[in-house]
């Protein structure tokens, strides 16, 4: 069984920056996509950015493209979500997932949350404005 620990949230200002973790333990790390979802008071969970098993495809979405970069430590079994520029609307749980158990990949395929088997179990993020 996989597991999954995020950390790093916690409150900022307006157009600043924080930096997420996602410890993974019990899997095989680099056989896993990897992606980060957010769930904001009142609304549906929704995709934030994905990343694939070598790290060489990387998929966001339009609200963080230029903002949020997404990156994976193979070594440490850890992914990361750089976030700059943090604007209120950024205010949300965050989520690190993993595991498609397919080798197939796609901008739309790896941004589908029903495609990833574990979740970890969220890590604050509050930008006041």
């Known amino acids: 069984q996989v597991q999954l620990v995020e950390s790093g949230g916690g409150l900022v200002q307006a157009g600043g920056s924080l930096r997420l973790s996602c410890a993974a333990s019990?899997?095989?790390?680099?056989?896993?996509?990897m992606a980060w979802f957010r769930q904001a008071p009142g609304k549906e969970r929704e995709f934030v950015a994905a990343i694939t098993k070598s790290g060489g495809n990387k998929f966001y979405a339009e609200s963080v493209k230029g903002r949020f970069t997404m990156s994976r430590d193979n070594a440490n079994n850890t992914v990361y979500l750089q976030m700059n520029s943090l604007k209120p609307e950024d205010t949300a749980v965050y989520y690190c997932?993993?595991?498609?158990?397919?080798?197939?990949?796609?901008?739309?395929?790896?941004?589908?949350?029903?495609?990833?088997?574990?979740w970890g179990q969220g890590t604050q993020v509050t930008v006041s404005s």
């Open positions: 019990g899997g095989t790390f680099s056989r896993y996509d």
């Open positions: 997932a993993a595991d498609t158990s397919s080798s197939y990949y796609s901008s739309s395929f790896n941004a589908q949350a029903r495609n990833y088997r574990y």
